[in-house]
């Protein structure tokens, strides 16, 4: 059995803590031209210009902004590209450098289930419960995007995403120890790691 590759953009914010449960990604305070969170360290973790932002509530539809300055390590000025974005505490959000990847290795052996969903509030994903540790079981979830005007992907894109990955899994269980089946999204979806949940 193989491996399943998946190449995603470089995530440059904080992952939730899988040990304490926290989510260090969250607004601390409204604004519709900074994001704010008193928790974070974006000069640290080496936010730049030009960095996507994904954001997404659980109540409203997810929106795509870009770093237009760091202003300090809580504090990071957006530029909209197109209609109005308001960050509201709570909101959760990913940064993003769509110019730099990483590989994803996913092993299918660990895979309990797989489901996806296209929601526009929670977003677009796909979500996998994984049998890590003899006593411990993770959920991971992959999100994908389309462009900034409406960035949850469509039911069909939401099934061809959902087809291929099932397609590059079946690869993967029926292939040699050493291969590596690499999944690649459907044209215009873009996708990120957001986090275990």
């Known amino acids: ?3 399943v590759k998946v190449k995603l ?4 914010s904080a992952f939730k803590n899988i040990a304490s449960g926290t ?6 305070t409204q604004s519709t031209t900074k994001l704010i969170n008193s928790a974070a360290t974006f000069a640290t973790e080496g936010v730049l210009p030009g960095d996507l932002i994904y954001k997404f509530d659980g109540s409203g539809a997810c929106k795509i902004v870009y770093v237009q300055t760091v202003d300090s390590e809580t504090e990071i000025t957006f530029v909209v590209p197109s209609s109005t974005v308001t960050f509201a505490v709570d909101d959760e959000y990913y940064i993003l450098r769509l110019s730099e990847t990483v590989d994803f290795y996913l092993d299918p052996s660990k895979i309990v289930y797989m489901d996806y969903s296209n929601s526009s509030a929670t977003g677009s994903y796909l979500r996998f419960k994984m049998n890590l540790m003899a006593t411990d079981e993770n959920e991971l979830r992959i999100n994908y995007f389309r462009g900034e005007a409406s960035p949850s992907a469509t039911s069909t894109q939401s099934q061809d995403m959902v087809d291929g990955m099932i397609d590059a899994i079946e690869k993967a269980i029926n292939s040699s120890y050493t291969s590596v089946i690499e999944f690649n999204p459907i044209s ?3 996708m990120l790691f957001s986090s275990t949940v």
């Not at 953009?9 to 440059?12: D, E, G, H, L, S």
């Not at 989510?23 to 601390?28: E, G, M, R």
């Open 9 to 12: 953009p470089k995530n440059v």
């Open 1 to 3: 059995m193989g491996l």
């Open 188 to 190: 215009d979806v873009r």
């Open 23 to 28: 989510k260090p990604n969250l607004v601390t």
